[in-house]
T-cell receptor, first 112, second 110 residues
């Protein structure tokens, strides 16, 4: 079973920030938080990952709470093309250690 | 650089038929994976290969076999297809942290 809990769906207005929450209360000390998204029926796409520090890249920001029991993915200026299912996954980092276990994710709908 | 490629894109089989799904990556990755995705669900791991010459079972391996032909190619075989294997199949490879996914094969078993 997935080790994360996410809301099944969220809406966001185009141009606004989308904040997607994830609970992972049983995360272990050596497990990273990963985010992927799946647009329509395409293969999932990596977004970002982190261990305990906040992370930012060209796609998004990842905020991890100090106790590491929850995190938030932030898309700073959502566009219609960001409409997708977003998966929050915890796993041991690196290679084949700890394969990705996908839950049902959050379906984000960005509306004009 | 094509990334991860999969063939075929679509396939319809009759119950009991066999087929092989092909996957190749050109990123020189050691690890490769096969997942299936049923409607409205997340992906589930079928088999993975940590390196050339090794394969291991994932969450749902029954009814499937795999071959890591070389570093580039990882194939998935259905020996006797069943309607329960109707799904979308994704292949992936990893560069240590990020998994790169192929476009998927949509398989229907009648």
């Amino acid at each position: 079973d997935a080790k994360t809990t996410q809301p099944p769906s969220m809406d966001c207005a185009e141009g606004r920030a989308a904040n997607l929450p994830c609970n992972h209360s049983t995360i272990s000390g050596n497990e990273y938080v990963y985010w992927y998204r799946q647009i329509h029926s395409q293969g999932p796409q990596y977004i970002i990952h982190g261990l305990k520090n906040n992370e930012t890249n060209e796609m998004a920001s990842l905020i991890i709470t100090e106790d590491r029991k929850s995190s938030t993915l932030i898309l700073p200026h959502a566009t219609l093309r960001d409409t997708a299912v977003y998966y929050c996954i915890v796993r041991v980092g690196g290679g084949s250690q700890g394969n990705l276990i996908f839950g049902k994710g959050t379906k984000l709908s960005v509306k004009p | 650089n094509a990334g991860v490629t999969q063939t075929p894109k679509f396939q319809v089989l009759k119950t009991g038929q066999s087929m092989t799904l092909q996957c190749a990556q050109d990123m020189n990755h050691n690890s490769m994976y096969w997942y299936r995705q049923d409607p409205g669900m997340g992906l589930r791991l079928i088999y993975y290969s940590a390196s050339e010459g090794t394969t291991d079972k994932g969450e749902v391996p029954n009814g499937y076999n795999v071959s890591r032909l070389n570093k580039r190619e990882f194939s998935l075989r259905l020996e006797s297809a069943a309607p329960s294997q109707t799904s979308v199949y994704f292949c992936a490879s990893t560069d240590y942290n990020e998994q790169f996914f192929g476009p998927g094969t949509r398989l229907t078993v009648l």
